[in-house]
């Protein structure tokens, strides 16, 4: 596991593979968002405008503007057996959960009723606490159905008696109509429901990275400040553009992310420029970062499989398996 001055751990490798080494009961909380099985690459390209007397794009007052490429991320969301790719990966899960521990589990309408299903099957029906619906308001509307747009995530935990909830430290909402509640509640504002409004990551806000299906931090935050103490160890195996790192870092949490998609980890590197504490397996994130001088350590220096031999932070045995 981390040392107890170490902030994270960012691995590129197969899940599966870390997850087998990692001990039992061991992780406070775990947040995973997998390929939902669409069926299609997802792929976000990045572009900026410039002025420009020939540009494809008309703006303010009649004012034309050039849209350049400057990058484009993308990955593969389908399986010929999404449950079989999921079980073995959620059986670990559930063996290196701490007893006080809480697992949610991001997908969408596709394939939510299978999965919760299945983790019934893993934690015990009774272990399921809440199926969150993040609702947001964004993208096309097709004219046959009704617009999908909301996530699922379900919500389960270790032990039915003896679990993380923090009720006081999840950040209050507005309330909708805060005249009829008086001036103190409407000041003090209110708990979320099971159902979350939040928008998407913006396209120009700060918060953006470029990676398909980035999560928005503000449902990461909510997540961890209930559903963990401070210095807890916050693992997502599914990790993307690290979202659950980020939040983690901002609430005094301590974070171990894994993806095997290269494209994430140079988000990552990118993501976590400056940040000491943070040690890398099976990935330089230096040509990625501005400060090089300063990066932080990768961990070990043999391969397997493409996969670094890890020493120092995170205790994983000198070779992993495959």
């Given at each position: 596991?981390?040392?107890?001055?170490?902030?994270?751990?960012?691995?590129?490798?197969?899940?599966?593979?870390?997850?087998?080494?990692?001990?039992?009961?061991?992780?406070?909380?775990?947040?995973?968002?997998?390929?939902?099985?669409?069926?299609?690459?997802?792929?976000?390209?990045?572009?900026?405008?410039?002025?420009?007397?020939?540009?494809?794009?008309?703006?303010?007052?009649?004012?034309?503007?050039?849209?350049?490429?400057?990058?484009?991320?993308?990955?593969?969301?389908?399986?010929?057996?999404?449950?079989?790719?999921?079980?073995?990966?959620?059986?670990?899960?559930?063996?290196?959960?701490?007893?006080?521990?809480?697992?949610?589990?991001?997908?969408?309408?596709?394939?939510?009723?299978?999965?919760?299903?299945?983790?019934?099957?893993?934690?015990?029906?009774?272990?399921?606490?809440?199926?969150?619906?993040?609702?947001?308001?964004?993208?096309?509307?097709?004219?046959?159905?009704?617009?999908?747009?909301?996530?699922?995530?379900?919500?389960?935990?270790?032990?039915?008696?003896?679990?993380?909830?923090?009720?006081?430290?999840?950040?209050?909402?507005?309330?909708?109509?805060?005249?009829?509640?008086?001036?103190?509640?409407?000041?003090r504002g209110k708990l979320p429901t099971d159902t979350w409004w939040h928008t998407i990551v913006p396209t120009n806000s700060a918060?953006?990275?470029?990676?398909?299906?980035?999560?928005?931090?503000?449902?990461?935050?909510?997540?961890?400040?209930?559903?963990?103490?401070?210095?807890?160890?916050?693992?997502?195996?599914?990790?993307?553009?690290?979202?659950?790192?980020?939040?983690?870092?901002?609430?005094?949490?301590?974070?171990?992310?894994?993806?095997?998609?290269?494209?994430?980890?140079?988000?990552?590197?990118?993501?976590?420029?400056?940040?000491?504490?943070?040690?890398?397996?099976?990935?330089?994130?230096?040509?990625?970062?501005?400060?090089?001088?300063?990066?932080?350590?990768?961990?070990?220096?043999?391969?397997?499989?493409?996969?670094?031999?890890?020493?120092?932070?995170?205790?994983?045995?000198?070779?992993?398996?495959?």
């Open positions: 596991m981390l040392e107890p001055d170490a902030k994270g751990s960012i691995h590129l490798a197969d899940n599966l593979d870390v997850l087998a080494c990692l001990p039992s009961a061991s992780v406070d909380l775990i947040y995973i968002d997998p390929p939902f099985n669409t069926g299609r690459v997802q792929r976000r390209t990045q572009l900026r405008t410039v002025r420009s007397d020939t540009g494809d794009r008309i703006g303010f007052q009649g004012r034309r503007y050039a849209s350049l490429v400057i990058g484009r991320r993308s990955f593969g969301d389908e399986f010929d057996d999404y449950l079989a790719f999921l079980e073995p990966r959620l059986v670990e899960a559930h063996r290196v959960l701490a007893a006080h521990g809480s697992l949610y589990f991001h997908v969408d309408y596709r394939e939510v009723h299978y999965c919760k299903i299945l983790l019934d099957g893993i934690f015990g029906r009774e272990k399921f606490l809440n199926e969150i619906i993040w609702a947001y308001d964004y993208g096309g509307r097709p004219r046959r159905r009704w617009p999908a747009k909301h996530d699922n995530i379900l919500f389960y935990v270790k032990d039915i008696e003896g679990y993380v909830f923090n009720q006081e430290a999840i950040e209050r909402i507005p309330y909708m109509a805060p005249g009829l509640v008086g001036p103190e509640k409407a000041a918060e953006k990275t470029g990676y398909p299906t980035q999560k928005p931090l503000g449902i990461l935050r909510r997540i961890i400040q209930a559903s963990s103490l401070p210095g807890a160890l916050v693992l997502d195996f599914f990790a993307g553009s690290g979202t659950t790192g980020a939040a983690a870092l901002e609430l005094g949490r301590r974070f171990l992310l894994v993806d095997n998609n290269p494209e994430a980890l140079a988000v990552m590197a990118q993501r976590f420029d400056g940040v000491e504490g943070i040690t890398w397996a099976g990935f330089d994130p230096t040509p990625y970062q501005k400060d090089r001088t300063t990066a932080a350590p990768v961990l070990g220096s043999g391969t397997n499989g493409g996969m670094q031999t890890a020493r120092a932070n995170v205790h994983l045995p000198q070779r992993l398996p495959g």
